[in-house]
Nanobody
Framework: VQLQACGGGLVQAGGSLRLSCAAS????????MGWFRQAPGKEREFVAA????????YYAESVKDRFAISRDNAKNTLYLQMNNLKAEDTADYYC?????????????????WGQGTLVTVSS
């Protein structure tokens, strides 16, 4: 399994970015896909997850109503639309795949990881 994340960049507070994660190597019908982030000096934290088949989603409280996770089955791509960005959203963002149909907010619950893509929000 390979996960390739992209889409990070520098944005002003209040702005938007969309991250993408191209997934390959197998079918993901019984997987949960997630986004995590890690700010400098902090532990990696859960952001959002989606059941690949059903499309149902789950969010961290800190991003709920601002971020939206989605997937395109045909393109095998995971997305994270981030709106109303805040300085505290600055972090490296990682996509991950969990070989289970059940959500997990722990990074230890995920089996495959993409490389990080840096999001910097200027205030």
């Amino acid at each position: 399994v390979q996960l390739q994340a992209c889409g990070g960049g520098l944005v002003q507070a209040g702005g938007s970015l969309r991250l993408s994660c191209a997934a390959s190597g197998r079918t993901f019908s019984n997987y949960v896909m997630g986004w995590f982030r890690q700010a400098p000096g902090k532990e990696r934290e859960f952001v959002a997850a989606i059941r690949w088949s059903a499309g149902s989603t789950y969010y961290a409280e800190s991003v709920k109503d601002r971020f939206a996770i989605s997937r395109d089955n045909a393109k095998n791509t995971l997305y994270l639309q981030m709106n109303n960005l805040k300085a505290e959203d600055t972090a490296d963002y990682y996509c991950a795949a969990r070989s289970s149909p059940f959500y997990s907010t722990s990074d230890r619950g995920y089996d495959y990881w993409g490389q990080g893509t840096l999001v910097t929000v200027s205030s």
